[in-house]
C-alpha cells in the first residue's frame, strides 16, 4: 500500500524535539510494509498548535522542514513524498521555492483555519490575492496541489488557477471523502469531485472514523470506508483514486494534548486488511491500483520533477 497521507514529518519534528526515539514512533510503519507514504508537515491555527503541538513559539518552516525531513531519511528507507499541510507560516514564495529546493513535492495549502492564503472549512473565504499568487509560483514550481481542508470557495479558487495556467499540474484531494455518502464538511461535494476530475485530478479516500460515518463500532466504520471508495471510483474511474490513513495512534508516543478518534485499521495490518475489505468488489488488478498503482504514478512524476 502507499499510504497518500500521514502527518510523520510533523512527529518526526516531535519526537526530536522532545528527544524521544524516533524508532519506537516508526515500528508499526515498518511492520506494516507500507512501502510508500506521504508524510506531512502540519500547521494550524496558533491557538490550535499551542494546545496541541509542542513547536516553537518563533517558528521557522524551511529550519522544521529540514530538520524533520533528515530525521525521517536517517530511519526509515521507502518511497517518501513530502507534503506541507497549512502553509500560512511560509513567508513567502520565495521561501516556497526554497522548500521545492530542500525535496519539497506537494502543498495543501490550508488547514481548517483561515490564512493568508485562503480558508479551510471554518469560514467561507476563498483565495486572497497572495494565495492566488502561491498557487501561482507552486504551479510554476511543478508542486504536487492537495485539495484537502480548502472550503468550497478555496477549492474552486484553486481549481480556476490549475485551469487558468494550461500546464499539466498533478493534483489530488489527499484525504477527503464523499459527502454524499457522509455529510461532513471535510467531505467532498459531487460537483467538487467534478471539477477535480475535470483537472485530471485523482481523489484520496481516507479512513479517519470522524469522515465515514456517525457509527462508532468497527465493522459499520470499515463498511463505511468500502462505501466511499466504491463511490470514488464509480465517479472519478478506477485509475484516479487512492487511499490515505491519516492515523493518529502514534499521537499518545509523544504526549500531544490530542484524543484522536480510534483508526478501524491497525497500522501494522492495514494493508492486508483493507485488501481483504475491497475483494469482494473489485479485482485485484482494480485493488492493486487503488491500493498503491494510482500513488505510484504521481510519485513517480513528483520524483521526475525534481531531477
Known amino acids: 500500500m502507499f499510504d497518500m497521507h500521514y502527518d510523520l514529518l510533523t512527529f518526526a519534528y516531535i519526537t526530536n524535539r522532545q528527544g524521544k526515539n524516533i524508532k519506537k514512533l516508526l515500528k508499526q510503519v515498518k511492520k506494516s510494509k507500507v512501502f510508500g507514504l506521504t508524510v506531512n508537515l502540519y500547521f494550524m491555527s496558533k491557538e490550535e498548535m499551542e494546545t496541541e503541538l509542542d513547536y516553537p513559539d518563533d517558528l521557522d518552516v524551511l529550519k522544521m522542514f529540514k530538520e524533520a525531513k533528515s530525521i525521517l531519511e536517517k530511519n526509515i528507507d521507502i518511497k517518501l513524498l513530502y507534503s506541507i499541510e497549512g502553509c500560512g507560516y511560509i513567508k513567502n514564495t520565495n521561501e516556497l521555492e526554497k522548500l521545492y529546493k530542500e525535496g519539497l513535492d506537494a502543498i495543501i495549502l490550508v488547514w481548517n483555519d483561515l490564512n493568508k492564503y485562503g480558508s479551510g472549512n471554518y469560514t467561507n473565504k476563498g483565495l486572497t490575492e497572495e494565495g492566488k499568487i502561491f498557487i501561482r509560483k507552486a504551479i510554476d514550481l511543478s508542486l504536487a496541489i492537495d485539495l484537502s481542508h480548502a472550503n468550497k470557495n478555496t477549492f474552486d479558487d484553486i481549481i480556476n488557477e490549475i485551469k487558468k495556467s494550461k500546464k499539466e499540474v498533478i493534483v489530488y484531494a489527499s484525504h477527503s471523502n464523499i459527502k454524499s455518502v457522509y455529510d461532513n464538511p471535510r467531505n467532498l461535494a459531487y460537483d467538487q469531485i467534478q ?28 463498511d463505511a470506508y468500502v462505501k466511499h471508495i466504491i463511490k470514488a471510483v464509480k465517479i472519478m474511474g478506477i485509475d484516479y483514486v487512492f487511499l490515505s490513513s491519516d492515523n493518529m495512534d502514534y499521537l499518545k508516543q509523544i504526549s500531544i494534548n490530542y484524543n484522536s478518534a480510534k483508526a478501524p485499521y491497525p497500522y501494522q495490518k492495514m494493508p492486508k486488511q483493507i485488501k481483504k475489505d475491497l475483494s469482494s468488489y473489485f479485482t485485484n488488478e482494480e485493488i492493486d491500483k487503488i491500493m498503491y498503482k494510482n500513488a505510484l504514478k504521481i510519485y513517480t512524476k513528483l520524483k521526475d520533477r525534481h531531477l
Open 195 to 222: 471539477k477535480l476530475k475535470e483537472v485530471g485530478g485523482y481523489l484520496g479516500i481516507v479512513s479517519y472514523p470522524k469522515f465515514l460515518t456517525l457509527k462508532k463500532d468497527n465493522k459499520s466504520i470499515k
